[in-house]
């Protein structure tokens, strides 16, 4: 099993770019997460889906949206990329079943944005 | 106060030493606890899970004190490749969605 996987692996965008970061996980999940990870803020949660079909807001969705496309995909875009989206973002998956020991969470190994 | 919080450390400590990291977390409804484990430019990888009784995992020990809403991790021995950053996390109140809460990290370096 692959596990989490996540691409690209890095990615340079120019301000006003748009792109979208695609995680697909094959643990057979429900929930599915996006993060990013800035210098000194730790991970921060941008949207999540807790199952398919379902998606909510996290601490930091502004300039994001997603994409439950199945159970296996959740993707993430940026429509109008601004420099302060420069960090490093994972993906997630887990079962979901708040407050037990299936709360765990398996990350992919990210992508690296940049932008200009 | 911080949902989680943290000592960013580093703590530097020789290899062989014993070395003992705290985590605080605010909302006591909290009932899933982990720690994590982040090489430098990579994904968070699950150390273990912290349950009420604490557990045990050859040189690593996690306990939970709900009293005082912490969790620890203790390496024993500690080995070079123990080098890292490590995160804790916390889960949100119980819901109808499971989300963590993390901590920004605590930075371990072990030296010769």
């Known amino acids: 099993n692959a596990g989490v996987t996540q691409t690209p692996k890095f990615q340079v965008l120019k301000t006003g770019q748009s792109m979208t970061l695609q995680c697909a996980q094959d643990?057979?999940?429900?929930?599915m997460y996006w993060y990013r990870q800035d210098p000194g803020m730790g991970l921060r949660l941008i949207y999540y889906?807790?199952?398919?079909?379902?998606?909510d807001k996290g601490e930091v969705p502004n300039g994001y949206n997603v994409s439950r496309l199945n159970k296996r995909e959740f993707s993430l875009r940026l429509e109008s990329a601004a420099p302060s989206q420069t960090s490093v973002y994972f993906c997630a998956s887990g079962q979901g079943a708040s407050g037990t020991s299936t709360d765990t969470q398996y990350f992919g190994p990210g992508t690296r944005l940049t932008v200009l | 106060r911080k949902e989680v919080e943290q000592d960013p450390g580093p703590f530097n400590v020789p290899e062989g030493a014993t070395v003992a990291f705290n985590c605080t977390y605010s909302n006591s409804a909290s009932q899933s606890f982990f720690w994590y484990r982040q090489d430098c430019r990579k994904e968070p990888k699950l150390l273990m899970s912290?349950?009420?009784s604490g557990n045990e995992d050859g040189r690593f020990t996690a306990q939970l004190n709900r009293a005082s809403q912490y969790i620890s991790l203790l390496i024993r021995d500690s080995k070079l490749s123990d080098s890292a950053t490590y995160l804790c996390?916390?889960?949100?109140?119980?819901?109808?969605?499971?989300?963590?809460?993390f901590g920004t990290g605590t930075r371990l370096q072990v030296t010769l």
């Open positions: 889906s807790a199952s398919e079909g379902t998606t």
């Open positions: 912290v349950y009420s």
């Open positions: 996390a916390v889960n949100k109140p119980p819901g109808t969605a499971s989300k963590l809460t």
């Open positions: 643990m057979n999940h429900n929930s």
